[in-house]
């Protein structure tokens, strides 16, 4: 009766798929040509900021000679018949731009500035008339409210006293 007893091994054993070498290569190189493709569009997108830049860079230094050459122009000795500079002109145009952009958001507040008030108006309007509605129901009420707290409690053949609605058929039906 002595029979053997086998365990199975402490630790498990894992055994996972590999790829083969020759798929990890091809998507190796398809992610290198990927990161390729990327640096060049990065470089591309680097040249178009830079001239870009450059050209940012000669408007401006237009736009500041063109100040200049107006602040020398307002002395007594500047002609009046002078036309502004490129760089002014452009600049001039874009702050009536700016200006006449900022009247239309103006008017579109206004209008609708008036449109609540107008809604306000009429909500509190109609607030007042049922303020004063509800003012007269109470004065319509406060009468029978009085009779009713005078109405005496009269007890039921079973001792209890009669329900609100009883009392208030009998006072205003004439009944006792």
């Known amino acids: 009766m002595n029979t053997e007893i086998t365990f199975p091994p402490a630790a498990p054993e894992l055994k996972l798929p590999r790829a083969s070498s020759q798929k990890w290569a091809a998507t190796l190189t398809e992610e290198r040509g990927r990161l390729q493709e990327d640096q060049e569009a990065l470089r591309e997108g680097q040249l178009n900021l830079r001239e870009c830049e450059?050209?940012?860079?000669?408007?401006?230094?237009?736009?500041?000679?063109?100040?200049?050459?107006?602040?020398?122009?307002?002395?007594?000795?500047?002609?009046?018949?002078?036309?502004?500079?490129?760089?002014?002109?452009?600049?001039?145009?874009?702050g009536w731009e700016k200006l006449h952009r900022a009247c239309e958001l103006l008017a579109a507040e206004q209008i609708h500035m008036r449109?609540?008030?107008?809604?306000?108006?009429?909500?509190?309007?109609?607030?007042?008339k049922r303020h004063e509605a509800l003012n007269e129901r109470e004065a319509r009420l406060a009468p029978r409210e009085k009779l009713a707290a005078a109405a005496?409690?009269?007890?039921?053949?079973?001792?209890?006293?009669?329900?609100?609605?009883?009392?208030?058929?009998?006072?205003?039906?004439?009944?006792k």
């Open 54 to 94: 450059g050209r940012l860079r000669l408007c401006q230094a237009e736009i500041d000679a063109g100040r200049q050459g107006a602040a020398a122009r307002v002395g007594p000795s500047a002609k009046p018949s002078q036309a502004p500079a490129a760089g002014d002109a452009a600049a001039l145009q874009a």
């Open 152 to 175: 005496p409690r009269e007890p039921m053949a079973s001792g209890r006293t009669l329900s609100v609605m009883t009392r208030l058929t009998r006072v205003f039906g004439g009944q």
């Open 115 to 128: 449109d609540e008030r107008i809604t306000l108006r009429a909500q509190e309007i109609a607030l007042k």
